[in-house]
């Protein structure tokens, strides 16, 4: 770095924030914690794979132990193999972390069936720097959402923003969810009766951290800051319940929001998808 550089103490106060908020994140967030909702969870290796309500798998792991690339072309389909024999699973989410060490997955997920989604940024940070006051429109209100048909309303609208065909369950695991207690909040911004924007907090037991998830808004509400403002009243519900840091996989809608409010970008996360 230059010496001539008035930067380089505050850049240098960054990188190691960055460091500090990733070493948290894989060792908080990478085990058990991560998947609470999980129905069933088996271990093969340095993977967990999990098993979801609705037959839908999900591998993790915390690392990969230093695998080379001759053994992941091993896992994967030792991996895959287990979803296989379960007729009940009909999808499976393989979860990629930009900064593992994984010689090789990309082609073997590939290779075994697996198509890659955008990469999305890992953001992390302490939750006060988002529990901010944000000046909605007028007319928009947020509150948090438990009934079902709020519940049916908010997942709907989630999917026409995303662009994807309506899923009810979806739907149906989040009511399962909050029939658990398990946590996991609902949070809706409302407009002339309709929900305009919506979005999941999701406190992890046993760590620092509340996630933020599912952040959508109806397109021609975009830019008006009511995503920031849902965002900061989640982070204002984490706070309450004691959770200091925030974690989330940001679309490159979401993240320049997370920035502004002094979330980091520590990595980014490729998810691999494989239906049978």
């Known amino acids: 770095m230059s010496v001539n550089s008035i930067a380089e103490p505050d850049n240098l106060s960054a990188v190691i924030n960055a460091a500090h908020l990733l070493r948290t994140y894989d060792e908080q967030l990478r085990t058990d914690a991560e998947t609470p909702g ?48 379960d007729p009940g699973i009909s999808r499976v989410e393989w979860k990629t972390r930009g900064h593992d060490h994984a010689p090789g997955l990309h082609e073997a997920l590939l290779e075994n069936g697996f198509s890659a989604d955008e990469p999305e940024s890992i953001m992390l940070g302490e939750a006060r720097l988002l529990a901010v006051e944000v000046a909605l429109p007028e007319g928009v209100t947020l509150r948090r959402v438990t009934e079902e048909a709020d519940v049916r309303a908010m997942s709907a ?78 982070a204002r519900s984490a706070l309450r319940l004691g959770k200091t840091l925030v974690n989330s996989d940001s679309t490159e809608y979401s993240r320049p929001i997370l920035e502004r409010s002094g979330l980091v970008k520590v990595s980014t996360t490729t998810p691999y998808q494989w239906q049978r």
Do not use: C
């Open 38 to 85: 999980a129905i069933s969870v088996a271990r093969h290796g340095p993977l967990r794979l999990v098993t979801f309500e609705g037959g839908r798998g999900f591998v993790t792991y915390r690392d990969l132990g230093g695998a080379d690339a001759d053994a992941i072309r091993r896992l994967v389909p030792e991996a895959l193999a287990h979803y296989r024999a």
């Open 157 to 234: 609208m989630q999917d026409e923003a995303f662009g994807d065909s309506l899923r009810e369950e979806m739907a149906n695991a989040l009511l399962r969810r909050l029939a658990r207690q398990d946590g996991m909040e609902l949070w809706v911004a409302e407009a002339e009766g309709r929900i305009v924007s919506a979005g999941r907090l999701e406190p992890v037991a046993g760590t620092d951290f509340a996630g933020i998830w599912g952040g959508a808004t109806r397109k021609e509400w975009r830019g008006r800051g009511i995503y920031r403002a849902l965002t900061a009243a989640r």
